[in-house]
């Protein structure tokens, strides 16, 4: 993700911010143009119009008019929607709530809460997928190949709805909102990570390799570095949940979880390849460059390159590796657990090369 700063006053933001208090300005993402920018009423503003549903300039293009997705009223969206033009239909939902298809019931304060958390994570992935110039087919216009989200709510004498992707559509369990549930799963499990962010990043993995793999004619090169998909799915969940992962998964996965299934695989590799692009998008944007301890090491010039245009996967993990040692250094400085508690083994790496080419800008 990177740096954003208000266009009014110089204030460094956060990707999630609505609202910057050291200029008094509303705030609002454009996807069009990846700006957080400012907001001011234009001229021509009606004193009734409500600060998240009238009309908006955007410092950082004055000449248009825009409007907040009307999920703004719940407090979980601040990106925007242009103005259309005259006589052409409004659009209500942003670039990324367009893609919900079930939302949990607002009128419980304690779905409102855990759907907020839900959709900043769900903004960052759709932020990340649109730098990486991936499609991202709108299902109610495209149903057998398009996305959408369901967020899904256990009901009273139900079984909890589970994780996952099916077809297109990824469901998520809104319990996975909560870190001390979200916690206890990842101890149960025996995960080093589980987030709300993670699991979005995994489960448009498998979205991705229909679109990209199955439907994209590259199952035979996905086969011959990830293993044949043809196995018994159910099969071998159930032997990953029986008898764990081998002895060797270090050696071949990036995760436990990962040696379960080729999908399984291919959709951890997924997950953690847009970690690496998002964070050292991120380090960059704040100008971060890590030098590596020793005389004949030239500092990594982290800010210098942006990784969406990196070419290889091999100058991708060469700018990565630094910056997890220096992660994880600070965090054992405050006492906390490694930012980054993962190993990536040659194996794991030509995976994540494998990805890598399956970017439009890499092909």
Sequence with gaps: MRLFTCQSCGARLYFENRYCHSCDHWLGYLADCGALTALRRPNDHTDDEDAYLGRWTPLVDPQRRVRFCINAQYDACNWLIAEPAPGEPRALFCAACRFNQVIPDM??????????????????????????????????????????????????????????????????????????????????????????????????????????????????????????????????????YAQGAPPDWRTHYISAYASAHPWEDFAESWAHYLHIIDTLETAGSYGLAVRPPGPDLEPTPVAETNPYQIPTIGALIQRWLPLTFAMNSLARSLGQADLYPFILSPAVIGKLGFIHGLMPRHQ
Excluded: C, M
């Excluded at 992935?125 to 149903?143: A, C, S, V």
């Design 107 to 240: 009128t419980d304060p304690v779905n409102l809460a855990r759907w907020r958390k839900i959709e900043s994570a769900k903004h960052w992935l759709i932020y990340t997928l649109e730098q990486l110039g991936l499609t991202l087919p709108d299902r109610r216009e495209n149903p057998t190949h398009g996305l959408a989200f369901q967020f899904l709510a256990t009901l009273p004498g139900e079984p909890p709805p589970l994780t996952g992707h099916s077809a297109g559509v990824i469901t998520l369990n809104i319990e996975e909102a909560e870190d001390t549930i979200r916690e206890q799963q990842r101890a149960a499990l025996g995960e080093p990570y589980r987030t709300l962010l993670g699991h979005f990043r995994h489960e448009i993995g498998h979205f991705y390799w229909d679109l990209l793999v199955r439907d994209g004619g590259r199952l035979e090169a996905f086969r011959a570095v990830f293993g044949d998909e043809r196995a018994d799915y159910g099969a071998a969940l159930e032997r990953h």
